[in-house]
Every structure is written in structure tokens, then in C-alpha cells.
């Protein structure tokens, strides 16, 4: 499917080297305060050729809101948000257009359709999150406005390299984009930086982690069975290219744990009950509790690499395919704005949701 969400819906279209790629939202309220601009600003962050150690490919990704907005003001029709490619380099993958490229999707996409798009792995390639970011700018804006909802992602590991420990409640959106990698760890970040540039010189590629928070999220957002607010943003975030690992809150650490040492005690703080530690990551029963939103999302090396590897072709030989073109030797500064749309089209899906449910924009207890 290429259609994600319920009642805040968005469908993505394009190929990596067609004419174009870009989005339809289904179900964003009116009256939302919504420009170009709003949008322009995460997708410069995503876009390529921004640096030395993302793809070299040249694009300004200009959006066009074809629809749903007049006056400066969101109708609550569909909006139509078109991309236009303007750097595609179909040529650079002629020469091996008839083999699998290892780890790719060229393979599975043949036996799942008989057919495939071979210039850059078409719906396959990253470029197709150009769209998911569109879309997440105006959920993102919706949050902010209606339910004062902030969402800021972070790079905190590259193959070997950690941050430090980073504070989820006040780590600043200045500190992320303060250097290259993405990372609030100024020092950690030189290291990161120079691992992706070694990486990078010999033809290879690195992987790494993205941490999310979302802060401002009220308690009562989420179902309890199917639709858990957790499993959605599971969901979401292992749709996006490369990424193989999702985890909320504690998550694989919290199996080290007792239950006396997992557990979050509640509290009264200002008059409302609060957790004394989150551990959960904002989420119990599939329901947000009113405490920041957590999670995090590992990213593998991307499989574009200048080294030599076995493959087979469409003829069934065996052969050996070395990539050219332009790529990433390493995907995570470019993923943190696209973990930030997903989480951000999640948060408005069942912020929608529950408004539609229960009449309220936050939970029973909200202030």
C-alpha cells in the first residue's frame, strides 16, 4: 500500500529518477495557517547534496501545494504536495540494470510484480520519503498549533561511534543541526563526521541509531488493543528505507531490568499525575500517559557500495556488480527528518482519533 493512517491519511507517489515525487494528505482539519515555507523547511533538511557526507545528488526540492489551501488557510479538502526531480541520472544505473543489487529491493520487487523500475530502485529508493516529509510538516504544524505537540530527532549512533547521554527533555533542535551528523554530542560528532568519511573513501558504507522525542503528547492518545499508539509508530518507522529496528522507551535494555527497577511510579506534580521516571517512553497500554514520547530506530549500512559483490542477473548468472552513482555512505543525518514525519503523522493520526472518539484533544485528566 502507499496509503499510511486512518483519519489523518496520507498517500506518497513518484519514482527516484521519474518526474516527479510528492504526496496527497487526506483529513488535515481546516484552517490551519499553511504556506510553502512551512513545508521548505524539513524538506531542505532532508534533501541531498547539503553536505560531504550525504549523497552528492543535486536537488532543491521546491514544493507546490496544488490544492487544499486558499488564503493561507488549510479547506480540509485534499492537499496536493508535488516535488519536482530535477537532477535524475537514469544512465548511472544502465550497465547494471539487468542485476540484483545485493540487500536492494531489485530482487524482491521482481517476484513480487515480474517487473521492476531499475533507475535507482524506483518506489524502492529513499527518495520516495521526500513525500513522508512533506506530509510530516503539516502534521507537524497541526501538533504545534492545536495540542502544543514539539517532535525533534537526533543521531546517537554511528557503526562504532556513541553519544554521550542526551537528555530527551532538553535537548534543543540548535544542538542537532550544530554539525553535520546530526548529533546534540558535539564531540562525539567530529568522531561520527570522520567515520563517515573513511567509510566513505573506501567505498563502503555505515550505519547507526536515531533517537525521536515527542514532547507535549497528552495522556489518552492511542487505542489499547490494535492500534496501539507504540505498534503504529512501530509501524511507521520500519517503513522507512533501511531502517531494521524500532524500540520504545527502556526497550531491548529494559530486559536487564527487575520489574521493581522498570516500573514508573506515579506522582502527583502540579496537580496532575505524573511518572517519576519513563521508562515506558510516554506509553502504557498502547495509550500515551502524558510523559515525552520515546523511541528509537536503527538503521543498517546502505547497500550501495563502491566495493565489488556477487549477485546474479535476470538471466540467472552469477556475476559481480560494483555501484556508481550517487548515495550515502551513510543514511542517518538524512533520516532524522524523516523520523520525525512518521512520528509526526502517527501523532496526528491519533490525535484525530481521539478527538473523533472521545469529543476531547487530550485525555480525561488533561488540564
Not at 551528523?181 to 547507526?208: F, K, N, V
Request: aromatic share 6%; proline share 6%; glycine share 12%.
Amino acid at each position: 500500500m502507499n496509503t499510511f493512517g486512518q483519519c489523518f491519511r496520507v498517500t506518497t507517489f513518484g519514482e527516484s529518477h521519474g518526474d516527479a515525487v510528492g504526496c496527497v494528505v487526506d483529513g488535515c482539519p481546516p484552517g490551519l495557517d499553511l504556506s510553502a515555507p512551512d513545508i521548505q523547511a524539513d524538506l531542505d533538511r532532508r534533501r541531498p547534496g547539503t553536505s560531504r557526507i550525504v549523497s552528492a545528488r543535486s536537488e532543491s526540492d521546491a514544493v507546490a501545494i496544488l490544492s487544499g489551501v486558499f488564503e493561507g488557510k488549510t479547506l480540509g479538502t485534499p492537499l496536493a504536495l508535488l516535488i519536482r526531480n530535477e537532477d535524475p541520472r537514469p544512465g548511472d544505473y544502465e550497465d547494471w540494470k539487468d542485476a540484483y543489487r545485493p540487500s536492494h529491493a531489485d530482487f524482491t520487487y521482481e517476484a513480487k510484480y515480474g517487473l521492476r523500475d531499475w533507475r535507482g530502485g524506483g518506489r524502492a529508493s529513499a527518495r520516495e520519503t521526500v513525500g513522508r516529509v512533506a506530509a510530516g510538516a503539516v502534521a507537524r504544524k497541526l501538533l504545534r498549533e492545536r495540542c502544543g505537540v514539539e517532535i525533534l530527532a537526533y543521531v546517537i549512533r554511528v557503526h562504532e561511534v556513541e553519544a554521550g547521554a542526551v537528555d530527551p527533555a532538553g535537548v534543543t533542535r540548535e544542538a542537532v543541526e550544530a554539525n553535520l551528523a546530526r548529533c546534540p554530542d558535539a564531540a562525539a560528532a567530529e568522531r561520527m563526521q570522520a567515520a563517515i568519511d573513511a567509510a566513505r573513501a573506501e567505498g563502503d558504507s555505515l550505519g547507526g541509531v536515531v533517537e525521536c522525542v515527542a514532547r507535549g503528547v497528552p495522556a489518552g492518545w492511542g487505542e489499547p488493543v490494535f492500534g496501539k499508539l507504540e505498534a503504529d509508530l512501530a509501524c511507521a518507522m520500519l517503513s522507512i528505507p533501511a531502517a531494521k529496528g524500532f524500540e520504545s522507551g527502556e526497550g531491548f535494555r529494559g530486559v536487564a531490568l527487575k520489574g521493581s527497577e522498570h516500573n514508573d511510579p506515579f506522582l502527583l506534580r502540579d496537580g496532575r499525575v505524573r511518572t517519576a521516571s519513563n521508562r515506558s517512553g510516554g506509553i502504557q497500554g498502547g495509550i500515551s500517559n502524558g510523559e515525552n514520547v520515546l523511541l528509537r530506530v536503527a538503521f543498517r549500512p546502505a547497500p550501495t557500495i563502491r566495493k565489488p559483490q556477487p549477485t546474479v542477473t535476470r538471466a540467472m548468472e552469477e556475476t559481480l556488480l560494483e555501484a556508481r552513482g550517487r548515495h550515502d555512505p551513510c543514511v542517518l543525518p538524512r533520516a532524522v527528518p524523516v523520523v520525525e514525519a512518521m512520528t509526526a503523522l502517527v501523532l496526528a493520526d491519533h490525535f484525530l482519533r481521539h478527538r473523533g472518539q472521545t469529543g476531547r484533544e487530550g485525555g480525561a485528566f488533561a488540564g
